[in-house]
């Protein structure tokens, strides 16, 4: 489990699609010692009756290691999952944005 509980309050200052990206990049490459500058992040949108609902996120590293995060936009939470599945961390972000499909 990650320090500090089951739900984290917000620690980043995310107020856009591109930072969230880079949070989560910088949050799955530190949790697998991973060097972030080897490993590109995919963004995938997530869909429901037509209308963006989230973002999914996979980060594939070494020795076929992949690690994943889902931005849930009606709620604002971010959940990260490591190597094997498993949720490691959950954050209520402090900031609320809309993403446009064309930008996911």
Same mark, same amino acid.
């Given at each position: 489990?990650? /320090?500090?509980? /089951?739900? @984290?309050?917000?620690? @980043?200052? +995310?107020? @856009?699609?591109?930072? !969230?990206?880079?949070?989560?990049?910088?949050? !799955?490459?530190?949790?697998?010692?991973?060097?972030?500058?080897?490993?590109?992040?995919? *963004? *995938?949108? !997530? +869909?429901?009756?037509?209308?963006?609902?989230? $973002? &999914?996120?996979?980060?594939?590293?070494?020795? @076929? =290691?992949? !690690?994943? %995060? =889902?931005? %849930?936009?009606?709620?604002?939470?971010?959940?990260?999952?490591?190597?094997?599945?498993?949720?490691?961390?959950?954050?209520?972000?402090?900031?609320?944005?809309?993403? &446009? $499909?064309?930008? %996911?």
């Amino acid at each position: 489990m990650f /320090p500090g509980g /089951p739900m @984290s309050e917000a620690k @980043s200052d +995310i107020r @856009s699609v591109d930072a !969230l990206r880079r949070y989560v990049h910088e949050q !799955l490459c530190r949790h697998e010692n991973l060097v972030g500058d080897q490993f590109a992040l995919e *963004t *995938t949108p !997530l +869909i429901r009756g037509g209308a963006l609902c989230g $973002l &999914q996120f996979q980060l594939r590293g070494p020795r @076929s =290691v992949r !690690l994943g %995060a =889902v931005w %849930a936009a009606d709620r604002n939470l971010l959940y990260l999952y490591d190597a094997r599945g498993e949720r490691f961390h959950k954050e209520q972000l402090k900031h609320q944005f809309h993403v &446009q $499909l064309d930008a %996911a």
